[in-house]
C-alpha cells in the first residue's frame, strides 16, 4: 500500500481545484501537488532532486502554459532525468487539445506515460492511477 | 519605296553610264581614225595626179635638152617649121598642155607656142622673160637638167593673166652641134583641169593644197588659185589664217581634231624628191625643183557630228532602254525587299508581343506568387486561431463539463458552494478569451485597412507622450528612446496599427528593461535588397530563445513571471504587421536584450 504522490501541472485554477477534489474523492490517502506553470514545476523537481524528497509518482501535464509549457517542460525534465536513479516518473500529458500536432509531438517523448484529453471526470481519473499503481493506491 | 528604286537604279546604272561614255568615246575615236585614214588615201589619189603631171612635163621639157639646134639659133628668129611641128602635133592632145617656148640666153623668147581656145597650139607673139624667176634660174641649169619651177599665177608681158591661169612650167636649157647653150626650152602646164580633179570631194570634205610656206595653191573652198599672188579676198583671208592652225609647225604626214573639225595633212610626193638615195626620174632626168607641196583635207565638226549621231541615237537607245530594264529591276527589289522588311516588321512586332505576353505572365506569376505568401500567412494565422480556440476556449469548456457533471452527482451544499464560484471564474475567463479572440479576429478580417504614409518619427514622438508618465517615473528615469532613421522615416502602411505596434514595442522596452544598467531602446531604419527594415533593439531583460523561441509571438504566452502581462501584445503585433503584408523576426538572449525585425514588403 503506497501513498499515492501526484503533481500537476496546469495554469488553469478552476482545473487544478476540480482534479485536486476527484482525486480527494477517490482516495482521503493522497499527495497532491500543484504548479501553474512549467517553469515552476521543473523547479520543485529539481529542489526535490537537490533535498532528496521523493519526487511524485505521477506527473498531469497541461502543454499550453505561461512562463514555461508543458513541451518546454519535458525538455528540462529530460536534462534531470538523469539524476532520478532509477525512480519512475508516469508523465501524462493531459490537455484540451485534441490536434495532430501535439499528439505526434507526444509521441517523440518517450517520457510520456499517456495523452488524456481534457475533460478528465473521475472514472478517468480512476483509470490513470489504476494504471500507475496496478490498482495498489486504493486505502 | 520611291527612293529605294531610285537608290538601286542609280548603281545599276552609273556603271552602264560610265560604260556607254567610255564606248562612245572609242566609237567617236574609230570613226575619226578611219576618216583619217581614208583621208590620207585620198590625198594619196590626188597626190598621184599632180605627181603624173610632174612626171609628164618632166618628160616632155627634158626631151629639147637632147635636141640639137643650129649654132645661129639665136640670131634668126625663123626656125625651120617642121622642126617644131611633129613636136607641137604629137602634144597638142596633152590637156595640160599650155605654152611651149624657145628662149634666147638674153631672154627673148624666139619661138612661142600657145594653146587656144580650140585646144590647138597654135604660134603666138614672142616677149622677153628677162625678168622672169624660172628664165633665170634656168640660165644655172647644167646640160640635161629639168626645172620644175612652182607653181604660180600665169603672167604674160609681166601682168598676171586674167582669168588665172595656175601653172607650173618645166626649164630645160638647149644646146648646138658645138655643146654650146643657145637658149632654155620652156614648156608650160596649165593646172586648171588637175585642180579640178583634186578639188572632187568624197564626203563633205574641204581640200586644200598649199605650198611649204602653207600659201593656199588651191581649194575646193574658193574659186580662186594662189591668192596670195593676186588678189586676196575676205574668205581667202579667212582659209589661210585657218590653215595656219595657230603658226603650228607640221612637217610629217599627220591628222588631228582641231575645234571638232578633222584635219589631215600629208606631204605631196611627186617622185623626184631627193631624199638622201637617187632620184626616182633619174633615168628620164636630172630635176631641180624646190617645190614642197602639201595638201591638208579638213572634216568640218558639222560631218563629223552628223557620222557621229547614229551612234549616238544608238547609244541613247540603248540607255534608255537598259534604263528601262533597270528601273523594272529596281521595282521588283524593291517590291521584294518591301515584302521582307514587312515580314521582319511582323516578326518584330509577333516577338514583342510574346515578349509582352511573357512579362504579362511574369507579372501574373509575381502577383500569384504574392497571394500565395500572403495565402501562407493566412493558413498560419488560421492555424494560430484554430489553436486559441482549442486550448484557451476547451479548457475553461472542459473544466465546467466537470463541476456541472459534479453539480449533478452531489446533492449537499457544500459541494454547491464550492464549486459554483469556479463556474463564475470560468464565466469570466470565457468573456476575457471571447474579447480577445475578437480584437485577433477583427485584425484578421481586416481586408480594407486604411493605409496612409505615416512619418514613423512623429508617430513615434506622439506614442512617447503617451508613455511620459511611465517614463517620468522615478524607476524608469534612466531609460532612453533613441531615434535612428536615416535610411527612411515614411512609410505607407496602416497608421492605426503602426502606432499599436510601436505602443507594444515602447511598452515591452519599458517593461522588460534591466533595472541595474541604463537602459535605452533603439528604433533603427535600413533597408535590405530594397526593403525596409525597422529594427527595434533594447538592451532589456531578454529571453532564451531556445527555451521560448516557438511560443515568442503566441497568444497569452508570458516568460516573465514578476511582470504583469496578459500575454496578449506580440501576438497582436505580430498580427497587425502580417495584416500589413509585413514580417517579424527576434534575436534575443537573456540578460542581453532583444532585436525585433520587422520587414516590409
Known amino acids: 500500500m503506497k501513498t499515492p504522490n501526484i503533481l500537476l501541472v496546469d495554469d488553469d485554477e478552476v482545473y487544478l481545484f476540480v482534479t485536486k477534489k476527484i482525486l480527494n474523492g477517490l482516495s482521503k490517502n493522497i499527495i497532491v501537488t500543484s504548479f501553474t506553470d512549467g517553469e515552476q514545476a521543473i523547479e520543485y523537481i529539481n529542489l526535490c532532486l537537490g533535498q532528496n524528497v521523493e519526487l511524485p509518482e505521477v506527473i498531469l501535464l497541461d502543454i499550453n502554459m505561461p512562463f514555461l509549457d508543458g513541451w518546454g ?26 490536434s495532430d500536432m501535439d499528439l505526434d509531438k507526444a509521441k517523440e517523448f518517450e517520457e510520456i506515460t499517456g495523452y488524456v484529453v481534457k475533460p478528465v471526470f473521475e472514472d478517468k481519473m480512476e483509470e490513470i492511477l489504476t494504471k500507475v499503481y496496478n490498482g495498489s493506491w486504493k486505502s | 519605296m520611291w527612293i529605294r528604286i531610285i537608290k538601286t537604279s542609280l548603281a545599276l546604272y552609273i556603271p ?95 619661138l612661142r607656142y600657145e594653146k587656144t581656145g580650140t585646144n590647138k597650139m597654135l604660134p603666138a607673139q614672142v616677149q622677153n622673160k628677162v625678168n622672169r624667176p624660172y628664165f633665170n634660174k634656168g640660165l644655172t641649169l647644167k646640160k640635161g637638167q629639168v626645172y620644175i619651177s612652182p607653181i604660180e599665177l600665169n603672167q604674160e608681158y609681166g601682168e598676171i593673166e586674167i582669168p588665172y591661169k595656175p601653172v607650173m612650167r618645166g626649164v630645160t636649157p638647149i644646146f648646138d652641134n658645138n655643146d654650146d647653150q643657145v637658149g632654155l626650152a620652156v614648156v608650160n602646164f596649165d593646172l586648171t583641169k588637175i585642180f579640178d580633179l583634186m578639188k572632187a570631194r568624197i564626203s563633205d570634205d574641204n581640200f586644200f593644197l598649199v605650198d611649204k610656206d602653207r600659201n593656199v595653191i588651191a581649194t575646193n573652198l ?35 581634231m582641231k ?31 624646190n617645190n614642197n607641196w602639201a595638201i591638208i583635207q579638213q572634216i568640218p565638226a558639222a560631218y563629223i557630228s552628223k557620222m557621229l549621231q547614229s551612234i549616238r541615237r544608238n547609244l541613247l537607245l540603248f540607255n534608255i532602254l537598259t534604263l528601262f530594264v533597270i528601273l523594272l529591276i529596281a521595282l521588283g527589289y524593291a517590291r521584294t ?24 505572365l511574369e ?28 486550448h484557451n476556449l476547451k479548457s475553461p469548456v472542459t473544466s465546467m463539463s466537470i463541476i456541472v457533471d459534479m453539480l449533478s452527482k452531489s446533492s449537499d451544499l457544500k459541494t454547491f458552494n464550492e464549486l459554483f464560484p469556479k463556474l ?155 495584416a500589413m503584408n509585413a514580417s517579424l523576426e527576434v534575436e534575443s538572449e537573456a540578460g542581453v536584450g532583444t532585436t525585433f525585425k520587422m520587414k516590409f514588403n
Open chain 1, 73 to 98: 517542460f519535458l525538455s528540462e525534465f529530460k536534462k534531470v532525468k538523469p539524476k532520478l536513479r532509477g525512480q519512475n516518473v508516469d508523465i501524462f500529458m493531459v490537455t484540451s487539445s485534441n
Open chain 2, 16 to 110: 552602264l553610264l560610265i560604260f556607254t561614255i567610255f564606248w562612245s568615246h572609242l566609237q567617236k575615236q574609230s570613226l575619226i581614225y578611219n576618216m583619217a585614214h581614208i583621208q590620207q588615201k585620198n590625198i594619196l589619189n590626188k597626190s598621184f595626179h599632180l605627181a603624173d603631171e610632174c612626171t609628164a612635163l618632166t618628160e616632155i621639157t627634158s626631151y629639147w635638152s637632147t635636141v640639137p639646134f643650129p649654132p645661129s639659133f639665136s640670131d634668126t628668129s625663123e626656125l625651120e617649121e617642121g622642126f617644131i611641128e611633129n613636136y607641137i602635133k604629137i602634144l597638142q592632145g596633152v590637156d595640160e598642155y599650155d605654152q611651149f617656148r624657145l628662149i634666147d640666153t638674153n631672154g627673148q623668147e624666139i
Open chain 2, 222 to 256: 574658193s574659186s580662186n588659185y594662189l591668192p596670195h599672188q593676186a588678189l586676196m579676198s575676205h574668205q581667202d583671208s579667212l582659209i589661210r589664217e585657218k590653215l595656219l592652225f595657230d603658226n603650228m609647225s607640221l612637217e610629217k604626214d599627220t591628222f588631228f
Open chain 2, 259 to 289: 575645234e571638232g573639225n578633222l584635219w589631215v595633212f600629208q606631204n605631196v610626193n611627186v617622185g623626184f624628191e631627193n631624199k638622201g638615195g637617187k632620184p626616182t626620174f633619174s633615168n628620164v632626168a636630172d630635176v631641180v625643183s
Open chain 2, 337 to 360: 525587299q518591301k515584302e521582307r522588311n514587312s515580314f521582319i516588321e511582323s516578326l518584330k512586332a509577333k516577338k514583342e508581343e510574346l515578349q509582352r505576353n511573357r512579362e504579362q
Open chain 2, 363 to 390: 507579372h501574373t506569376n509575381q502577383l500569384v506568387q504574392k497571394s500565395n505568401r500572403r495565402l501562407q500567412v493566412r493558413n498560419q494565422q488560421l492555424e494560430d486561431f484554430n489553436y486559441v480556440v482549442a
Open chain 2, 424 to 578: 463564475k471564474t470560468i464565466s469570466n475567463n470565457i468573456s476575457t478569451l471571447t474579447e480577445d479572440v475578437q480584437s485577433y479576429v477583427s485584425i484578421l478580417n481586416n481586408n480594407e485597412l486604411e493605409i496612409e504614409n505615416v512619418n514613423l518619427l512623429v508617430l513615434l514622438e506622439d506614442v512617447e507622450n503617451d508613455f511620459v508618465e511611465t517614463l517620468m517615473d522615478k524607476k524608469a528615469r534612466n531609460f532612453q528612446t533613441i531615434y535612428r532613421f536615416n535610411a527612411w522615416y515614411s512609410l505607407k502602411c496602416s497608421k492605426f496599427y503602426m502606432k499599436s505596434i510601436l505602443q507594444n514595442f515602447l511598452s515591452n522596452a519599458i517593461k522588460y528593461r534591466r533595472t541595474d544598467v541604463d537602459s535605452y531602446v533603439i528604433f533603427e531604419t535600413a533597408y535590405e535588397k530594397g526593403k525596409k527594415i525597422l529594427y527595434i533593439k533594447d538592451n532589456g531583460l531578454g529571453i532564451d530563445l531556445e527555451r521560448h523561441g516557438q511560443n515568442m509571438f503566441k497568444l497569452y504566452k508570458r516568460f516573465h513571471r514578476n511582470i504583469s502581462g496578459k500575454g496578449m501584445g506580440l501576438f497582436i503585433v505580430k498580427s497587425q504587421l502580417e
